[in-house]
């Protein structure tokens, strides 16, 4: 089992080493060819990513004069977005599938590298007693209305999906049941009670949702709008892992230096900072265990 985690350890620092020697290369070479620097850089990112993205634009203008320009949204809209023509110079995804097919579509300059993990955890109020003991049996009682994010357009909600999968395999009958609570959900809005109220913030609040699966990155700014919610990360055996992917769309200098910038140490920090994980730390492995 040691020798087995040692290996899996040394292949990983492996592929990194490649993955930053790759992208090293490809820094020179585009700043070698570039007689003037484009100052902009476009980041299409999942909405996850925000506090990284922010960050990541304070980092990119103090340390390599370069501004950021940021759209958030589903990785799987957005994906569909570049798909029809749009032009990013970078895409940060919630999955590493989105990216994957963009780069089978020949309109990457790299391959699709992973910067980032995160947890799957459920949310609900505290009156509601969901445990990790008795979850399932939560998820399915009638009258608890879960919630998730759209499967496909999000890859939160393709993580929720999955682990309805994975409860199924131990209870059948059970994903279907679940599949067709949350669908029934997919589209329940509630009106904020102010400008900076989050939509689960208000779904929540207006007690149209019992739970919901999200990401635990995101929980801590939703505790502090709702005081009664809690929440713990899924069970390691139905947990999906999320990994996050970057897809680089153009080769500008800038760009390439932002998507190694999040591979380094300082990088992996602000990927810490934010609630995720970093990429180079085992999944199943993170401190919210």
């Given at each position: 089992?040691?020798?087995?985690?040692?290996?899996?350890?040394?292949?990983?620092?492996?592929?990194?080493?490649?993955?930053?020697?790759t992208m090293a290369t490809l820094v020179?070479?585009?700043?070698?060819?570039?007689?003037?620097?484009?100052?902009?850089?476009?980041?299409?990112?999942?909405?996850?990513?925000?506090?990284?993205?922010?960050?990541?634009?304070?980092?990119?203008?103090?340390?390599?004069?370069?501004?950021?320009?940021?759209?958030f949204g589903g990785s799987g809209s957005?994906?569909?977005?570049?798909e029809k023509g749009e032009k990013p110079?970078?895409?940060?995804?919630?999955?590493?599938?989105?990216?994957?097919?963009?780069?089978?579509?020949?309109?990457?300059?790299?391959?699709?590298?992973?910067?980032?993990?995160?947890?799957?955890?459920?949310?609900?109020?505290?009156?509601?007693?969901?445990?990790?003991?008795?979850?399932?049996?939560?998820?399915?009682?009638?009258?608890?209305?879960?919630?998730?994010?759209?499967?496909?357009?999000?890859?939160?909600?393709?993580?929720?999906?999955?682990?309805?999968?994975?409860?199924?395999?131990?209870?059948?009958?059970?994903?279907?049941?679940?599949?067709?609570?949350?669908?029934?959900?997919?589209?329940?809005?509630?009106?904020?009670?102010?400008?900076?109220?989050?939509?689960?913030?208000?779904?929540?609040?207006?007690?149209?949702?019992?739970?919901?699966?999200?990401?635990?990155?995101?929980?801590?700014?939703?505790?502090?709008?709702?005081?009664?919610?809690?929440?713990?990360?899924?069970?390691?055996?139905?947990?999906?892992?999320?990994?996050?992917?970057?897809?680089?769309?153009?080769?500008?200098?800038?760009?390439?230096?932002?998507?190694?910038?999040?591979?380094?140490?300082?990088?992996?920090?602000?990927?810490?900072?934010?609630?995720?994980?970093?990429?180079?730390?085992?999944?199943?492995?993170?401190?919210?265990?």
């Open positions: 089992m040691i020798g087995s985690r040692i290996k899996r350890s040394g292949w990983r620092r492996q592929v990194m080493t490649t993955a930053l020697a020179g070479a585009s700043l070698a060819r570039a007689e003037t620097a484009t100052a902009t850089v476009e980041i299409y990112s999942a909405g996850s990513l925000r506090g990284v993205v922010g960050d990541l634009t304070q980092a990119a203008a103090s340390s390599f004069d370069t501004e950021v320009k940021a759209t957005l994906r569909e977005r570049i110079d970078l895409f940060l995804s919630a999955d590493v599938g989105s990216p994957r097919k963009l780069q089978t579509q020949g309109r990457t300059v790299v391959p699709v590298i992973a910067f980032a993990r995160n947890r799957m955890c459920i949310v609900s109020p505290r009156s509601a007693n969901v445990t990790p003991g008795n979850l399932i049996d939560r998820l399915l009682a009638k009258g608890v209305r879960v919630k998730t994010s759209t499967p496909i357009a999000d890859p939160s909600g393709d993580y929720a999906w999955a682990i309805f999968d994975r409860i199924d395999a131990v209870r059948p009958g059970a994903g279907a049941t679940l599949k067709d609570k949350a669908q029934s959900l997919l589209g329940v809005r509630a009106t904020p009670a102010s400008a900076t109220q989050s939509a689960a913030a208000a779904l929540f609040a207006s007690k149209q949702i019992d739970v919901s699966i999200t990401y635990c990155s995101g929980f801590p700014a939703l505790e502090k709008e709702v005081p009664e919610l809690t929440s713990f990360p899924v069970p390691p055996k139905l947990d999906p892992h999320p990994l996050y992917g970057v897809a680089v769309l153009s080769d500008k200098p800038q760009a390439l230096r932002l998507a190694l910038f999040l591979l380094s140490e300082q990088g992996q920090a602000i990927i810490a900072k934010a609630g995720l994980v970093p990429v180079t730390e085992p999944a199943g492995e993170s401190s919210r265990d």
